[in-house]
């Protein structure tokens, strides 16, 4: 095979892979999308008949999911763009963007929800407070259970095509199941003649929402900021590198994060002695064996110097 054809099939199997990116977060956030629109409906409704702040609040969370999951479909669909004259790199940086815009409609939302419930705790109006009804405890609950399923369903696929976006989408739907907990303990203690207890789980709910959403805006900022990989991950690189024949070291390496691909550059030592051409050989090796070792690696640049 020359390396015409070799270069021609490997641009095809990275199309297949920008494919099946593109593919499994559709999918997952189609998904997503018609669970929790299904859900913020039922836990608005079981809130309203059963007069509850906290399923309320929960709701609103739910209904936030839906949008966030929006952001993330259009955030991959464009970082999928190929390279043009004008991003020569790509469009990677765009699905943290989405995870950016994510996170921030994420704090807004926990937030609101938090300042609800501080105003009705410090109102001290307790004895006006209406005490849920069981509605609201098994809305909870089943809440709990589908979203503690969506996040699980939700992060495999994040794993399988190595998604910022969808992983923190995954985190949403977490921060939901979490939410939905605060909520449930608020009910049952408002039941148990605290009613208080349901807007301070509001709080609790709050807190748990920002968490989620700091962790997804740092992640996300990592990445657009050229962080380098883990220790672990440049650790195997170099001894991947290291065990190539005719490289006789390592003078430097640097990894950077771009998006969701890797950019590695290297510089190895070689022979002295050895002809351009031997050397260049040496170069494509390394260059071939990083990239079919790491489908993550959009780019790896290798420089030989004289050992």
Not at 153 to 162: L, M
């Amino acid at each position: 095979m020359t390396k015409k054809e070799e270069k021609k099939q490997e641009g095809s199997a990275g199309k297949t892979v920008v494919s099946e990116l593109e593919r499994t977060v559709m999918r997952v956030s189609i998904v997503s999308i018609t669970v929790n629109l299904l859900l913020s409906v039922m836990k608005l409704i079981a809130g309203m008949i059963a007069s509850s702040s906290a399923m309320i609040s929960d709701a609103v969370h739910s209904a936030s999911d839906v949008f966030s999951t929006i952001i993330v479909m259009i955030g991959v669909h464009i970082s999928e763009k190929e390279a043009d004259d004008e991003h020569p790199y790509g469009h990677e940086r765009l699905e943290c963007v989405a995870a950016v815009i994510l996170a921030v409609i994420l704090a807004v939302t926990g937030g609101m929800i938090g300042v609800s419930g501080v105003k009705t705790i410090v109102s001290g109006a307790y004895g006006s407070l209406a005490v849920p009804g069981i509605t609201a405890l098994w809305a909870a609950v089943l809440s709990i259970v589908v979203k503690e399923w969506m996040y699980h369903y939700t992060v495999r696929a994040a794993g399988r095509v190595n998604s910022g976006a969808l992983k923190a989408d995954a985190w949403h739907h977490r921060s939901d199941a979490l939410s939905s907990v605060g909520a449930l303990a608020g009910i049952v203690f408002a039941r148990m003649g605290f009613p208080v207890m349901d807007s301070a789980a509001s709080v609790i709910i709050c807190v748990f929402i920002l968490k989620a959403a700091w962790d997804i805006f740092s992640d996300a900022m990592d990445k657009m900021v050229d962080h380098a990989c883990d220790d672990e991950t440049v650790a195997a690189m170099k001894a991947l590198i290291l065990s190539q024949d005719g490289v006789k070291g390592i003078n430097w390496i640097k990894t950077r994060l771009f998006g969701t691909k890797i950019y590695l550059d290297v510089a190895i030592y070689a022979d002295g002695s050895l002809s351009l051409t031997e050397a260049h050989s040496i170069a494509s090796c390394v260059h071939e064996r990083i990239e079919k070792t790491y489908p993550n690696v959009k780019h790896c640049m290798v420089h030989v110097d004289p050992s």
